[in-house]
DNA sequence: TTGCTAATGTTATAATGTTGCAAATTCCGC
DNA sequence: GCGGAATTTGCAACATTATAACATTAGCAA
């Protein structure tokens, strides 16, 4: 599992997704918590790509299954998915990611390419503890951190304008 | 101009609020842009307290004053408000809080107490770093930067159930 | 089976945000 | 001041995202 930045390489994606999956069965039977075909299928829609995808998109996706969907079925998907730590609401979108830590403890930090589109989740440790540290500066409990970092990634930095 | 962690203190809240529309007046100046009547209420509506604020709920203060305002009119100011550093959007809520740093550069990081509501923005130098710093490594040029922090204000924070 | 709980289906509605165009206002050079 | 350009506002319709409420079904255990 060296694969720090690879939505902005190409690579085997097939992999990615097999990988979610299988760790999503894992982590729902030590959980006791039940991953359903509707589920399942979700998780796999939403890892389609290194780009987040709305809850919408899921559904029109449903749709073309023939699963016959509204959106509770796919929001309800997705609160069981962030709560087990499966994915991430990337707020500054209103688009669901999945997480490429799950099971460990993290606190994600999301490179957000404004050109591909693409998404890097991070764990800064960092900017975990400036943050942290901040907060405690102001006597204030943290308890939910977003951290998103909208910008271009290394295959879609614009080139510098120089002249001749 | 040393008033920190004001929000959670009781304060002459009206002061915060002559002072941001003193503010914005002379920064709007400065941008040649023009703080119009429409405007000016929004930010005033927006600065009523130190919790941040949804459109429509300053679409509906609006109607109550008798402006027979529609959805695109508080969304044009709010554009135009923080395009001029006068407000921002804290998109894990879907509203919008007067900037306490008006005309000077900043990177607001806010801390969101879920208890009372309030909204505390500070410039964290710390975090700023550690952020460009992470993003560096990835070779990723940032642009645009959201922390957002929702836990438990000072005043807020709750008792350590203490037993006895 | 029977009864309980978790999960899903279904319908409707709420909350948030945008597009497009027309009318009004403001600005600026004359 | 006057006239045309540019900015701002009014307005209607629409698009997108999310939730509420309640009925139904599937899973599971006594
Ligand atoms: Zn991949
Ligand atoms: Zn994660
Ligand atoms: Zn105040
Ligand atoms: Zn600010």
Not at 66 to 71: E, F, L, M, V
């Given at each position: 599992m060296s694969s720090s930045a690879l939505p902005y390489r190409p690579h085997n994606h097939e992999v990615c997704v097999a990988q979610a999956l299988a760790e999503a069965r894992s982590i729902c039977q030590q959980h006791n918590a039940r991953l359903t075909p509707t589920r399942e299928r979700v998780l796999e829609l939403i890892w389609q790509s290194h780009k987040p995808l709305g809850a919408y998109d899921v559904l029109a996706v449903l749709a073309e299954d023939?699963?016959?969907?509204?959106?509770p079925t796919v929001y309800r998907a997705l609160d069981f998915l962030q709560q087990h730590g499966l994915v991430h609401r990337i707020a500054s979108l209103n688009a669901f990611i999945g997480c490429t830590h799950a099971g460990e403890r993290h606190n994600g930090m999301f490179l957000i390419c404004h050109t591909c589109g693409n998404v890097l989740e991070l764990t800064a440790p960092g900017v975990s503890n400036a943050v942290t540290l901040a907060a405690a500066e102001q006597s204030f409990q943290p308890d939910d951190v977003t951290i998103e970092v909208a910008g271009y990634c290394p295959r879609c930095v614009p080139e510098p304008a120089h002249d001749r």
């Open positions: 023939g699963h016959n969907a509204a959106p």
